[in-house]
T-cell receptor, first 112, second 114 residues
Framework: DVKVTQSSRYLVKRTGEKVFLECVQDMDHENMFWYRQDPGLGLRLIYFSYDVKMKEKGDIPEGYSVSREKKERFSLILESASTNQTSMYLC???????????FGEGSRLTVL | GDSVTQMEGPVTLSEEAFLTINCTYTATGYPSLFWYVQYPGEGLQLLLKATKADDKGSNKGFEATYRKETTSFHLEKGSVQVSDSAVYFCALNPFSGGYNKLIFGAGTRLAVHP
């Protein structure tokens, strides 16, 4: 079975803390993505990566950064968490030219 | 720019009722279209897809036909079950700029009651 694993299902952090969300895929996919899911807004792309050490901004990159040091791992970093970053974060991966994305189960982050 | 519009939910149905969730899109070129489903507490998983006009995607009793003339990809099921309760997302891949980036609709929550 293909698998995208997100390190934490639930996190509670305080305003100003640095937050790391990690994602690992075992399918040798080139592309990896971080989405944010909010009610009524659907999924919005934060960042994506098409190769190791390569990254591109999505639609809402402000307040976030990413790291991809190995092909299978893609990390989302909140340098200084704020309450408006309380959300569900979804990692996904795909082959470079295939339409289907494979998603992890999500990480629900609450910033107090 | 490219976008996807879905009917607002929640949609509430009784078991064995007919389901339609409307999806329309705006895109230049020839996008691929998808329906993803998110069951409670889980991530999204692909339900069905269509890659060109007039294609019909189908899976688990769900169907959707890629209609270029009406820019639509409506999801249908003839007889829903309680286990179909989930959030359904319509998405498109515009294939612009490469990288396989999907654009998602806002999602439609379906609740099926016995």
């Amino acid at each position: 079975d293909v698998k995208v694993t997100q390190s934490s299902r639930y996190l509670v952090k305080r305003t100003g803390e640095k937050v790391f969300l990690e994602c690992v895929q075992d399918m040798d996919h080139e592309n990896m993505f971080w989405y944010r899911q909010d009610p009524g807004l659907g999924l919005r792309l934060i960042y994506f990566s098409y190769d190791v050490k390569m990254k591109e901004k999505g639609d809402i990159p402000e307040g976030y950064s990413v790291s991809r040091e190995k092909k299978e791992r893609f990390s989302l970093i909140l340098e200084s968490a704020s309450t408006n970053q309380t959300s569900m974060y979804l990692c996904a991966s795909s082959f470079v030219d295939a339409g289907e994305l494979f998603f992890g189960e999500g990480s629900r982050l609450t910033v107090l | 720019g490219d976008s996807v519009t879905q009917m607002e939910g929640p949609v509430t149905l009784s078991e064995e009722a007919f389901l339609t969730i409307n999806c329309t899109y705006t895109a230049t070129g020839y996008p691929s279209l998808f329906w993803y489903v998110q069951y409670p507490g889980e991530g999204l998983q692909l339900l069905l897809k269509a890659t060109k006009a007039d294609d019909k995607g189908s899976n688990k009793g769900f169907e959707a036909t890629y209609r270029k003339e009406t820019t639509s990809f409506h999801l249908e099921k003839g007889s829903v079950q309680v286990s179909d309760s989930a959030v359904y997302f319509c998405a498109l891949n515009p294939f612009s700029g490469g990288y396989n980036k999907l654009i998602f609709g806002a999602g439609t929550r379906l609740a099926v009651h016995p």
